[in-house]
Each structure stands twice: as C-alpha cells, then as structure tokens.
C-alpha cells in the first residue's frame, strides 16, 4: 500500500522531492534487486502500473529544469525505471506509450539542444518501445513522427557523430526506423516522407551514416509490402548507388563498426528485394528491365562478382556444416532440424539464397551471355549447377507457413508465400 502514497509525491511542489522518488523507485525496479525475488518483482510492477506511475512522471517532467544536474538526473531515472519494468515484463511497453512516453520521447528528441546523456536515453528508450510492440509502431506513424524521425537522420547526412555516445543515438535513430518500417502504413509513411532519397543520399555522401541507412533501405524494400518503395527506389537512381556497393566493400573505417559479411548482407537482400518487387505484374517491368542490365554491363563484372560471393559463402555453409557434424559426433548433440537450420542461416546459408536467387533470377530473365558467364564461372571453380538449384531448393521449401487458422493477416501471408515457392520452384526448372 506504499505505492500509491510513494507516486503521489511525484506530484509534490517540491521538486527535490520528486527527484528522490523518480531515485526511489529507480533502485526499487532495478533488474538486479528485482531479480532476487520474481513474486516481489511482480506484485512490485503491478501496483505500479495500476497506479499510473507512467502517467504521473510525464507530469513530473513539466516541472524538472534540465539544465539543474540533479532534475536531469530525475529525468534518466524516470528512463531507467520504464527500461526496467519493460525488461522485465515486456507487454507494458504499450502501456508506457499510452500513458504520454511516446509524445515526450519524440518532443525530447527534437529538442535544438546540444548533445547530452539524456537525449541518448530517450533514444535508446524509443528503440525499445517500438522494437516489439506493433500497437506502438502503428501509434508513431499516425501520430506523424515519421517525417519528424527522417529529419533527426538528415542532419547525419553531411556531419558525423562528434563522439561515441552521439554516435550510438544516430544508430539508435536507424534502429527506431528500421522497426517503424515493419508495418506497412509506416512504409507509405517512409516513402511520402521521401525517405528513400534521403537513404540514397546518406549512401552516396560516405559518412558513418551509410550503415545505418542501408540498413533501413533493406527493411524498406523487403517482402511483398516493400513494392513501391522499390519501384521508386529504382526511379530515383537508387542502382547507381546500391551497385557500387555491390561490387566493392567499402573500408573498415568507412563501414562504422559493420563487418564484411554484415556489409554483403544488406547490399545483397537490397538486390534480391529488387527482383523479387520490380515484376511486370506489379507494373515495374522497364525497372526490371534497367536492373538485368546492370548484368551485363562492363563485360558482366556484376556476374563474375556474384559468382565470387556464390563461391565464398557456399564455402562457409560447408564450414559451418562440418562444424556441426563434428559436433553431434563428438559431443552426442542432439540438434533438431530447425536448430541445425538457423546455425546455417547465421553462419552464411541467409546470404547464399539471395545470392543462388539472383543467380537463377538473371539466368532465366536476363541476356543470354549471362547465363554463358554463370555457367563459365561455375565450371572455373569447380561449382555445380546442382549446388545452386539445391540452395535455392531448400530456401522454397523452409518459406513456410503460419497457422491454417490463422487470421486474415496470415492467410494473406500464407498465399504470398505459397505464390513465391511456385515462384522459385519455377526458376528453378529453367536453369
């Protein structure tokens, strides 16, 4: 009964006192302390919640001065305590963002300030809010923040990040995008706002943004609700900036902490998202048209570097699956399928299928020298048409399905996918 008597002097005129209440509660909903005991923790972050306690430190936050240390203190235990109930139990995620947390986040975020702890807190707070929560991500596009987030990013498009911790909001920024971009309406949003130009840009101006905004294109043009967006992105002249990426890994120093491989995999989904969305019965055929013949241009350079990427990452599928024969040999593991699967996925096989996909997509569909050059290649390093029908194989037969009982959403999902394994089973016969 604490609790409610506790959170009412949130409210108190005295600001000090709010502050040590925000510190309070801040050590009471600490993970550690909260761990010690989970039916305590528990009975903790109901009376919390069913007090307002969300509600009732947005109210608090209109009379803290920031510019005073301690009330900017008060402000990033509020933060943490929201981090720390949301780790612990996170379905109230929703619940913060309708309590005002959303609205103060995006406010905070926009603020002409100078750089400081507390506006990274509020964006690495947002990240977590709409990371996986769905309600949230529909609420931060209808409430317009979209246009309001690509603004943020714009200023990264001409100035790098002064130090780590700034560096570390710009990223935080592209994730909070990247998790907007799961909901079609944001999609919309993101293209409206013209948000593709801005990514093509960031793309070509080599700063440390140009992770972060290939990594939103690849979340943009994906899946069936990534077809406008492609075709734009295509009649912005966004392939005479994805192809030079395609061919030439830019250096450690320009790739802002991404490796090689994560580098290869954005650059390669992009491309793959691009067959898949530019398509005659999606009314792109002259933007397929346009992308087939980056194959061929430059004597098929963009072959032979295709092949050189089919080459290495079939090399580390091999690894990877020696290494786990070893260990269900050695170690008696007993892995299921769907296990020995996702190690694949993550130690190259998810970049070989787009890579055998774009293979089979430009043989099929493209210059007949084409298919004449994937066929050299192969025979030069003693690959296999075999290997590529079969990696392409596989990746048809583990699209999946969801629940037969599923809901609209997934029905429609189901036909998507079964229409994309006729699709690739189809491409597969002509090579």
């Known amino acids: 009964n604490c609790v409610p008597s506790m959170l009412g002097l949130l409210t108190h005129d005295n600001t000090d006192i709010a502050v040590a209440i925000l510190d309070l509660i801040q050590e009471l909903t600490d993970v550690d302390t909260m761990n010690e005991s989970e039916e305590g923790a528990d009975s903790l972050i109901q009376a919390l919640v069913d007090n307002q306690v969300f509600a009732l430190m947005i109210a608090s936050f209109d009379r803290l001065n920031e510019a005073v240390k301690e009330e900017a203190d008060g402000v990033h235990n509020a933060m943490s305590i929201v981090e720390n109930i949301v780790e612990v139990?996170?379905?109230?995620?929703?619940?913060?963002?309708?309590?005002?947390?959303?609205?103060?986040?995006?406010?905070?975020?926009?603020?002409?300030?100078?750089?400081?702890?507390?506006?990274?807190?509020?964006?690495?707070?947002?990240?977590?809010?709409?990371?996986?929560?769905?309600?949230?991500?529909?609420?931060?596009?209808?409430?317009?923040a979209i246009d309001s987030l690509l603004q943020q990013l714009a200023y990264y498009k001409r100035h790098d990040p002064n130090q780590q911790e700034e560096f570390e909001l710009m990223e935080n920024l592209f994730n909070c995008m990247c998790s907007l971009l799961a909901e079609k309406e944001n999609r919309d949003r993101f293209l409206q706002g013209e948000g593709l130009q801005l990514m093509?840009?960031?793309?070509?101006?080599?700063?440390?943004?140009?992770?972060?905004?290939?990594?939103?294109?690849?979340?943009?043009?994906?899946?069936?609700?990534?077809?406008?967006?492609?075709?734009?992105?295509?009649?912005?002249?966004?392939?005479?900036?994805?192809f030079p990426l395609y061919m030439k890994t830019p250096k450690k120093t320009k790739r802002a902490g991404v490796s090689i491989d994560e580098h290869e995999e954005h650059v390669v989904s992009i491309i793959a998202s691009l067959f898949k969305n530019c398509t005659a019965g999606n009314g792109a055929l002259k933007q397929r048209e346009r992308l087939l013949a980056k194959f061929t241009e430059n004597d098929h350079e963009k072959v032979d570097r295709l092949m050189e990427m089919h080459q290495k990452y079939?090399?580390?599928?091999?690894?990877?699956?020696?290494?786990?024969?070893?260990?269900?040999?050695?170690?008696?593991?007993?892995?299921?399928?769907?296990?020995?699967?996702?190690?694949?996925?993550?130690?190259?096989?998810?970049?070989?299928?787009?890579?055998?996909?774009?293979i089979l997509e430009i043989c099929a569909c493209g210059a007949s020298t084409v298919k004449q050059?994937?066929?050299?290649?192969?025979?030069?390093?003693?690959?296999?048409?075999?290997?590529?029908?079969?990696?392409?194989?596989?990746?048809?037969?583990?699209?999946?399905?969801?629940?037969?009982?599923?809901?609209?959403?997934?029905?429609?999902?189901?036909?998507?996918?079964?229409?994309?394994?006729?699709?690739?089973?189809?491409?597969?016969?002509?090579?």
């Not at 079939?314 to 593991?333: C, F, N, P, Q, Y």
Request: glycine letters at 6%.
């Open 89 to 144: 139990r996170p379905s109230v995620a929703k619940d913060v963002a309708e309590a005002g947390f959303m609205n103060w986040l995006i406010k905070k975020l926009k603020e002409k300030v100078a750089f400081d702890a507390n506006k990274l807190y509020a964006s690495e707070i947002l990240s977590i809010l709409l990371q996986n929560e769905v309600a949230n991500r529909r609420m931060f596009g209808e409430m317009g």
């Open 200 to 242: 093509n840009l960031m793309l070509r101006e080599k700063k440390k943004s140009r992770s972060g905004a290939l990594r939103v294109l690849d979340h943009a043009l994906s899946g069936s609700d990534g077809v406008q967006n492609c075709c734009k992105f295509v009649d912005i002249l966004g392939l005479r900036t994805i």
């Open 314 to 358: 079939s090399a580390k599928v091999d690894l990877a699956d020696t290494r786990i024969e070893k260990e269900r040999r050695t170690l008696g593991d007993e892995l299921s399928d769907d296990e020995i699967y996702i190690r694949r996925l993550q130690e190259g096989l998810f970049v070989l299928q787009f890579v055998d996909y774009i």
């Open 373 to 431: 050059r994937v066929l050299q290649m192969l025979n030069l390093r003693g690959g296999s048409l075999k290997t590529v029908r079969d990696v392409v194989r596989e990746y048809a037969g583990n699209l999946g399905e969801s629940a037969e009982d599923g809901n609209e959403e997934e029905s429609s999902q189901n036909n998507e996918k079964l229409l994309e394994q006729e699709y690739l089973h189809s491409l597969i016969d002509k090579f």
